[in-house]
């Protein structure tokens, strides 16, 4: 596997910009295709969350159609605990926040996060089709723990576990459909 992310955190990128660049990468060697989307397609799932110039769901399919002609596998990208600005920075989110003054990390004990993750993942699969893999994300969760729920749990169990616990509960659904899924290891690893 020869991969190349493209994180469309940092810019929005028009569709001639994204096809110009997988047919390079293309002629380039690579074979697969990471894509941090973020907030660059409308989705159902947080539509306030949207770039002014983001893909339709149809457009995004289309540039996803083009990379597989290329020979280019797409590897869907969610971030599942931090790297969250762009969600919980809405009101309507904000309550799944770790503490209630940051907006960089997702609580992972509350209640209606992974629910809410798992509808999020069958939209990004509904999108990009049938995948091998998929991202999750999973790195420099720096808050980890320490809202006043998690520190809890974490005095009870371990911060390990307290990890482990949430990533579990995304990745089982994506390996009960035959789905690899992916994460940064900066976190499992310290």
């Known amino acids: ?27 380039l060697g690579y074979d697969t295709i990471v894509w941090e989307v ?15 110039e983001a893909f339709s769901p149809e457009e995004f399919k289309q540039i996803l159609a083009l990379s597989r002609e290329l020979g280019l596998e797409p590897v869907p990208k969610l971030q599942v605990l ?10 309507r989110y904000k309550h799944l926040s ?6 960089s990390q997702y609580c992972p004990l509350h209640p209606e996060l992974v629910p809410f993750l798992l509808r999020w993942i069958d939209e990004y699969l ?30 009870r169990n371990s911060l390990g576990d307290l990890y482990l616990q ?11 459909r035959g789905i690899q899924p ?9």
Request: aromatic share 12%.
């Open 1 to 27: 596997m020869k991969g190349f992310h493209i994180d469309m955190n940092v810019a929005q990128f028009t569709r001639s910009y994204l096809e110009q660049w997988l047919r390079t990468l293309a002629s």
């Open 126 to 155: 509904e999108i990009f089709g049938p995948v091998k893999t998929f991202h999750v994300g999973g790195d420099e969760s720096w808050w980890l723990g320490s809202c006043p729920r998690c520190k809890e749990y974490v005095q």
């Open 182 to 190: 992916a994460l940064w290891a900066d976190m499992v690893l310290s």
């Open 38 to 52: 973020e907030n660059n397609i409308r989705w159902r799932t947080v539509p306030e969350c949207a770039a002014p």
């Open 98 to 103: 770790e503490h209630a003054d940051r907006i």
């Open 166 to 176: 949430h990533i579990n509960a995304i990745l089982k659904p994506l390996i009960d």
């Open 82 to 91: 931090a790297h969250c600005e762009y969600v919980l920075k809405h009101p």
